[in-house]
């Protein structure tokens, strides 16, 4: 069986850390609270367990980090193929009348919705 990982020309670690320095300071802080709880006389599972919590933490970042990206990229996108287009837009009148009771539902029953939406449902 061999041990050895496979050598490719992939970006070492130190490079894609250099991209992304909020993630190697959050590495920085995970070695350090790791080597604290150590110090401090922290068992193996005490340890293990902070360190699960805080790479979980450092993965929530990351990926939202990343959506944020994914996010503003697709925006540029639409953007570039039509530019008129409106990303953030006030609701009209119509659509607060629609869904203003507390449950989120659609209330025809009374009031100017009923009103505004009744030609359109005959």
């Not at 590495?27 to 293990?48: C, H, K, P, V, Y």
């Not at 929530?60 to 639409?78: F, K, M, P, T």
């Given at each position: ?20 320095p909020q ?100």
């Amino acid at each position: 069986m061999n041990d050895e990982l496979p050598q490719s020309n992939k970006k070492t670690l130190d490079e894609r850390l250099a991209k992304h320095p909020q993630m190697y300071q959050q590495l920085q802080r995970i070695s350090e609270l790791m080597e604290e709880a150590i110090a401090n006389g922290a068992t193996a599972d005490q340890a293990e367990a902070m360190a699960i919590k805080q790479i979980n933490e450092l993965g929530r970042a990351l990926l939202g980090d990343w959506a944020q990206a994914r996010h503003d990229h697709s925006v540029a996108e639409i953007k570039k193929e039509i530019p008129g287009t409106i990303r953030d837009s006030k609701k009209t009148n119509l659509a607060h009348d629609l869904w203003h009771d507390s449950t989120d539902r659609a209330n025809f029953t009374d009031g100017a919705a009923r009103a505004a939406v009744a030609p359109v449902l005959c």
